[in-house]
């Protein structure tokens, strides 16, 4: 009996051990296909043990673990099995759900969040109250319609993504979910290939006047990916930004558009162009970001004043006061500022008249639908009225026919990045606007 004891339980919690559970899982999943009622797999790891374990002490972690695990036993049913894997990771096997796969997950997300609250109180230990709380990984079953390996690997998956999410939170493991982990994984390697590998290149895309004459262009990232072909960037950007390649990759930007000014202001017929170059929060924020780009601008030796950097208002949803520094830092010496898809964020008055900003430009999606939706050009409008009332000038981006540029033209707005005349194509293809205007 003892040693049958220990051979199935953890000595420390009491609980079953990983040889239990499997056991226990086993025999669930053989029990499910005959009821076909669902079953859940949740692996639970405490957010921060090493630290309180490190800290405090091995005996102070041994009686955190025991309350834990006392605690688990009393967030589940009885017919559910709670164990110990090993150090701070936990198991539940919940038994009997619903036989609707929705309803089972709901089932389990009920009795996961129930146990994200139990393992977030305070633990007293001793004199001492500790502070802990915990990532879990659901993954759900029906009969034997996943391997039990398997299952046991979606739901430790699962708990890296809740990891990943912050913490503190439950995460479903689902193929869906693993095809995206995959993909990403391998973008994310790509992308640091890529950028030794030199594969990214800017096209451009032209800005007309009223006159439809040629005024400047916004520099575009393309990735020219060896096997996937041309990689746009909403693809890529926001995985550059998660990993802070955006860093490097931003900084090659800035430099590739600034040599391409200064290629121009050799030419009279090139030398008044503006270049508008987009910059991400992630790499505004950086506390070189001014350094760098006055590095860049003194090495590439160009005007400073045709330099238009574009921002997002997703920047002013926190210390506003750094940005409106580094923009005046900027500005001082010349560098231009505009407010990229204007509208269709955050967007605060106060804030705006605190910015030191050039330009307002109207967001895509308004001047998409400007002749058939009436609400649309109302916003577009009142975008031109408020860049007025704020001394800016206003730009619309995304204008694709004539009819929409005249009808912005009536609404005050006289500059446009116009698709008709030219959609972001690389250099070779600009060139020739360049010369004939
Ligand atoms: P954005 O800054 O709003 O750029 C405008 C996007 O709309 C571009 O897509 C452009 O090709 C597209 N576009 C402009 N006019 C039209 C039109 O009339 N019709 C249609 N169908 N599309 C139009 P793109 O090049 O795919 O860029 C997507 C976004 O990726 C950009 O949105 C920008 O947020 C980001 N991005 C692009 N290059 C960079 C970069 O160098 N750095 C950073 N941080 N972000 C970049
Ligand atoms: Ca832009
Ligand atoms: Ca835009």
């Known amino acids: 009996m003892r040693s049958n004891k220990l051979a199935f339980y953890d000595t420390l919690t009491g609980l079953p051990n990983r040889r239990l559970l499997t056991d226990r899982l086993n025999q669930a999943m053989m029990v499910g296909a005959r009821s076909r009622r669902g079953g859940a797999l949740l692996f639970i790891d405490l957010d921060n043990f090493k630290t309180i374990n490190d800290t405090l002490g091995h005996d102070k972690g041994d009686q955190l673990l025991k309350q834990v695990a006392e605690r688990l036993v009393g967030s589940v049913r009885e017919g559910d099995s709670v164990a110990r894997f090993g150090g701070d990771e936990f198991v539940v096997l919940l038994e009997n759900l ?3 796969p929705e309803t089972a997950a709901a089932q389990t997300r009920t009795v996961a969040e129930k146990i994200l609250v139990m393992l977030n109180r305070n633990y007293q230990i001793e004199n001492c109250r500790h502070y802990s709380s915990s990532s879990i990984g659901a993954a759900m079953f029906s009969g034997h319609d996943v391997a039990m390996e398997e299952l046991l690997k979606q739901a430790d998956l699962a708990m890296y993504q809740a990891k990943a999410a912050g913490r503190n939170v439950v995460r479903f493991f689902d193929s869906a979910m693993q095809t995206a982990v995959n993909t990403r994984a391998a973008l994310e390697a790509d992308l640091r290939q890529g950028l030794q590998r030199s594969e990214f290149c800017l096209y451009y895309q ?5 006159a439809g004459h040629l005024t400047g262009v916004e520099a575009l990232v393309r990735w020219r990916h060896p096997v996937r072909g041309l990689v746009l960037p909403d693809t890529f950007i926001p995985l550059a930004e998660d990993t802070r390649l955006i860093l490097p990759l931003g900084h090659w930007v800035l430099e590739t558009a600034c040599a391409q000014l200064a290629v121009w202001a050799k030419r009279p017929e090139s030398a008044g162009l503006t270049m508008a170059v ?3 929060a992630r790499q505004f924020r950086h506390p ?3 350094d760098q780009v006055l590095a860049i601008v003194d090495r590439t030796a160009i005007d400073p004043s045709r330099l238009k950097l574009e921002i997002t208002e997703s920047l002013l949803l926190d210390d506003v006061e750094d940005v409106i ?3 005046t830092a900027l500005k001082a010496h010349g560098i231009g500022f505009s407010l990229d898809d204007f509208g269709t964020g955050y967007s605060s008055l106060a804030y705006l008249k605190r910015l030191p900003l050039d330009q ?3 967001d895509r ?3 998409r639908d400007v002749l058939t939706d009436q609400n649309d050009a109302a916003i577009a409008r009142a975008i031109v009225t408020l860049a007025r009332s704020l001394d800016l000038s206003v ?9 929409q540029r005249d009808l912005l033209y009536e609404s005050g707005c006289a500059a446009y990045q116009w698709y008709l005349f030219g959609k972001p194509a690389p250099i070779e293809a600009i060139e020739p606007f360049l010369v004939h205007g």
């Open 98 to 100: 619903s036989e609707k």
């Open 206 to 210: 032209p800005r007309v006047d009223c």
């Open 278 to 280: 987009n910059v991400s």
């Open 288 to 290: 070189d970001f001014v």
């Open 325 to 327: 520094a580094k923009m």
């Open 360 to 362: 307002l430009k109207i």
């Open 365 to 367: 999606s308004f001047v």
């Open 395 to 403: 730009i619309a981006e995304g204008v694709e026919t004539e009819a």
